[in-house]
């Protein structure tokens, strides 16, 4: 081992000078690098985010779309064409209360609403029995047809309403 | 190189941005590197374009500083980086392991050797990877493991090229004072 003292001369060494007018242009870089709003490796990790986030969020999109339309493929057609029906019905339902809610208020005949709303309540419940038993996906064409049998009567009864006037739509 | 008491604070300063801790790590290493650096270049402009280079890696790498090394020992290796780039036709060859064996034996003998004034004079002959980690190992101080890390190749390659050149400038001493 030699000692570095001995091993390196003065005219090694920079002068106080030198120092200072190294340290200076140092210091100019490193100031215009701690001002940078985004310096290069920050900048590159904010795209690299950015772009993981848009193909994260594509994919989810993709994969719930997929998971859904696979789901929806792998029913039979009659199960389609069910909750398509009972979709359907449940909207109109939704609707037709609102209707007769407001209707109730103002009403003349009374007894009469109340008599087609307890035949509503009764079919209600009906179908509500016979959807239960089909929430297994019994897609027996008997119980199917009795469903929308039921459906079709309660139909029926709304249809009465409107032409009876008490309901105006 | 000068020693701080307390540099990993200093470093941790630095780290968060403290231009000061900065300074103070430049005063400690400036002179050691730039020395250093002298060795390789007769052009002082070009010795000090390496060290403001070398320094401002530093700053701009810090917080990647594990501080697993020696700050020292990071810099000489940001600083080597830079001669390493100019020097475009610089490249370390790859050291035949075969070697390392046989040469392993004369290692011992030639750890006694002495350095006298006219050695400066001979490692400015040497091949610049051979004067590299003669200077880092007997000069600076700096561990095998440590002027691996900086030089990029394994320890053991260190030892032979460091034995080598040892084993040049003694045959240089031998042949200046004539013993037979």
Redo the contacts between chains.
């Keep these: ?2 000692e ?1 003292e ?3 001369s003065k005219e ?3 002068d106080f000078k ?2 200072k ?3 200076d ?3 100019k ?3 215009s ?2 001002h940078a709003l985004f ?1 290069i490796p920050d900048r590159r990790s904010f795209l690299f985010g950015i772009a993981a986030s848009i193909i994260i969020y594509l994919s989810s999109v993709g994969v719930y779309h997929l998971i859904r339309d696979i789901e929806e493929r792998s029913q039979p057609m009659v199960i389609r064409l069910d909750d398509a029906y009972i979709s359907a019905i449940s909207e109109f339902e939704r609707v037709m209360h609102a209707i007769i809610t407001a209707k109730a208020q103002s009403s003349q005949s009374l007894d009469q609403i109340n008599g087609r709303k307890e035949q509503l309540k009764l079919l209600d419940e009906a179908i509500e029995e016979l959807r239960g038993e089909t929430n297994q996906r019994d897609i027996s064409p008997l119980k199917r047809a009795r469903l929308r049998n039921l459906y079709s009567i309660k139909l029926q009864i709304l249809q009465k309403m409107i032409e009876q006037g008490d309901i105006k739509l | 190189m000068k020693i701080i008491d307390n540099e990993i604070l200093i470093i941790h300063r630095a780290q968060k ?1 403290d ?1 000061k801790a ?2 103070m790590l ?1 005063d400690a290493n ?3 590197l ?2 250093f650096m ?2 390789f270049s007769k052009n ?1 402009v070009e010795v ?1 374009e390496w ?2 280079r070398s ?2 890696k530093a ?2 790498h810090l917080p990647t500083f594990r501080g697993d090394a020696k700050f020292s020992s990071w810099l000489f290796r940001l600083g080597l980086n830079e001669v390493k780039m100019d020097r475009r036709r610089f490249a370390i060859l790859p050291i035949d392991n075969s070697e390392i064996d046989e040469m392993s034996s004369e290692e011992q003998n030639l750890d006694q050797f002495d ?1 006298n004034d006219m050695m ?1 004079a001979w490692l400015g002959e040497l091949d610049e990877n051979k004067r590299m980690v003669f200077l880092l190992y ?4 700096f561990s095998y493991y440590e002027i691996a890390e900086m030089l990029g190749f394994g320890e053991s390659n260190s030892r032979t090229i460091l034995t080598r050149a040892k084993q040049q400038l003694k045959e240089k001493w031998k042949k200046e004072i004539k013993v037979p």
Excluded at chain 2, 138 to 141: F, I, S, T
């Design positions: 081992m030699i570095s001995k091993y390196y090694d060494e920079p030198t120092r007018k190294m340290w242009k140092i210091q870089e490193i100031y690098v701690k310096t | 941005g231009q900065f300074k430049y400036v002179v050691s730039f020395r002298k060795q002082s000090e060290v403001q320094f401002i700053y701009e350095c400066k007997e000069v600076e101080g």
